[in-house]
């Protein structure tokens, strides 16, 4: 039987995870694992909404940060990093906080990845040289070909997931779908999963205040400081790609900002698709009393 825990807290893009996650982990006396596959990365930071310092002086986190955008790092990586740091933390805590909004790194640790091929690294390094001549249309059109079942789930605008199923069904000559859903073995844990949200006008609000914010704090500065690595996979990300778009005098400041706010409340919208797909959530309206979300929790804890 499974005596250890982790909380899971799940939502939308500013909509509260980092107050709950801290919250969370000080009343269990515990740390928190952050899967937010935008903040591992040092040279992101505003535009990625790290918690400051006194949200992480507040609790210790864990993988904030520890990349650089030149180094490679999947979620398989992740995934294997995660867990170890878990097996460690579970020695001495009952309890662990997961904390994130990119729902492949929630589940890569929460459920574990579907198991693929080994492919040549040159696949993937054509296509991203496709990508970098071609642009997007061009992985998405290649996608729609090779596996048109995974093309019609697929976020369409996320590269490192066209390329991701590109190159397993170019390596392996079969669709990438059908590596998807196998059997996986269970964690050693239980995971108790608290989904933030609101109304969708009151998302979209918060969303739009917090890119205010972002572009006051410095966004285009540090957008800036990254626009020579623009092509990077860790760059094609909402609120860098649309001012990499301004910098090479594309687009206007005032449209590029307001492309940030409608990708990202896109982006929002499809979280809330992926996280709901768990039926076993226990959702929390993202300004409900933290003392009744700890309650419920630990009901679900003595259960």
């Known amino acids: 039987m499974n005596t250890k825990t982790l909380l899971s807290v799940v939502g939308p893009t500013a909509i509260g995870k980092t107050k709950l996650a801290i919250t969370l982990a000080q009343h269990f006396n515990t740390e928190i694992i952050s ?13 990625t909404a790290v918690p400051d310092k ?5 609790a210790p986190h864990h993988f904030i940060q520890h990349k650089s955008i030149l180094e490679s790092y999947s979620v398989g990586d992740f995934e294997k990093e995660a867990l170890k740091k878990l097996d ?15 729902g492949l790194y929630v589940d890569a640790v929460t459920k574990g990845l579907d198991s693929f091929p080994k492919i040549d690294a040159s696949v993937r390094a ?32 996320n590269p490192h997931r066209l390329i991701r199923a590109l190159e397993v069904c170019i390596g392996s000559g079969k669709p990438y779908s059908t590596f998807l859903n196998q059997e996986k073995p269970k964690r050693p844990f239980n995971v108790i999963t608290i989904g933030i949200t609101a109304d969708r006008e009151i998302i979209y609000d918060r969303i739009n205040t917090r890119v205010d ?89 003595q259960a």
């Open 35 to 47: 899967a937010d596959s935008r903040q591992f990365f040092k040279e992101m930071v505003i535009g």
């Open 213 to 301: 914010l972002m572009e006051q704090n410095g966004l285009l500065n540090e957008a800036k400081a990254l626009t020579e690595h623009q092509n990077l996979n860790a760059l094609q990300t909402v609120g860098y790609r649309e001012l990499f778009q301004f910098f090479n005098g594309n687009w206007t400041l005032e449209f590029a900002l307001s492309e940030i706010k409608k990708n990202t409340r896109r982006f929002a919208k499809r979280q809330l698709t992926w996280f709901k797909k768990n039926k076993e959530t226990l959702w929390v309206n993202f300004n409900d009393d933290p003392k009744n979300i700890i309650a419920t929790i630990k009901e679900k804890l």
């Open 126 to 157: 054509s296509l991203n040289t496709l990508f970098e001549k071609e642009g997007i249309t061009a992985l998405q059109q290649k996608l729609e070909n090779l596996d048109p079942e995974y093309y019609n789930k697929v976020d369409k605008d």
């Open 54 to 58: 006194d949200e992480l002086a507040a």
């Open 88 to 102: 460690n933390l579970f020695k001495e805590k009952d309890i662990v906080v997961l904390v994130g909004g990119s």
